[in-house]
């Protein structure tokens, strides 16, 4: 059942999906904490991890950087795998001083002045939600495990270096916490797809402070907001 980019087998592939941009990240995350891990895919390099957590199937795939890219994967694997949530587990640069380097980032909605939504499939709106069940498992996790959370909308950008915060009056409207690259493409195939999307994103630098995390910390060092995302996995599987 192999798609143009994704090899995986019919069943290969567990119903939640971790997927971090950063497909290291993805092999990081299979190798800490899944037990009994086979390889779906290694297509570009975008790798795709199948194993146990805590008794539970649980799959981990980078989705690469941008819109484009997660909207690829998220797509197949929702549409061609069965998949029904999606966690985007990724890194966010700060809008305020409210949100420091490692802080944990739940994304209620997110805004974007991206053409993906209404080029795919019509929609008008700037602004894409979230799943609440997937949400509220995410909470429980975090709260069972005593991990912090800081809740509210954030922003996807088509534009990593675009100088100046990228539209200032959208943003401090819908009070926008940090910025990234792919929750609205995410958040929008899950709608069209009747599926279920969340994002977690750790703060890896500061649009404010100008503090930033390194190449190895951003790729093993965010262990909270995996570790609550695949709490809230587990429970989701159920």
Do not use: W
Request: aromatic share 10%.
């Amino acid at each position: 059942m192999a798609t143009p980019h994704i090899q995986a087998a019919s069943g290969e592939i567990a119903k939640v999906v971790l997927m971090p941009g950063d497909p290291l990240r993805a092999k990081f995350i299979a190798e800490t904490y899944l037990e009994d891990v086979y390889q779906f895919n290694s297509v570009r390099n975008m790798f795709g991890f199948t194993g146990t957590y805590k008794g539970t199937k649980v799959s981990v795939m980078g989705s690469g950087m941008g819109m484009p890219s997660i909207g690829i994967y998220s797509y197949e694997l929702y549409s061609k795998y069965d998949v029904e949530t999606i966690i985007r587990i990724g890194t966010g640069g700060a809008y305020t001083l409210d949100t420091d380097l490692f802080d944990v980032v739940l994304a209620d909605q997110c805004y974007s002045g991206s053409s993906y939504a209404n080029a795919a499939y019509g929609y008008t709106e700037d602004t894409m939600q979230a799943s609440a069940g997937v949400n509220e498992a995410l909470r429980q996790s975090a709260a069972v495990q005593g991990k912090a959370l800081i809740e509210g909308c954030i922003h996807s950008s088509d534009v990593f270096y675009h100088g100046e915060q990228a539209a200032p009056n959208k943003v401090e409207a819908y009070h926008c916490l940090a910025v990234e690259m792919e929750s609205f493409a995410l958040f929008a195939n899950a709608k069209y797809l009747g599926k279920q999307a969340a994002c977690l994103i750790t703060v890896s630098d500061s649009l404010v402070t100008k503090k930033e995390t390194t190449a190895d910390e951003r790729q093993t060092a965010f262990t909270n907001m995996m570790e609550i995302a695949l709490g809230a996995a587990v429970e989701l599987s159920k």
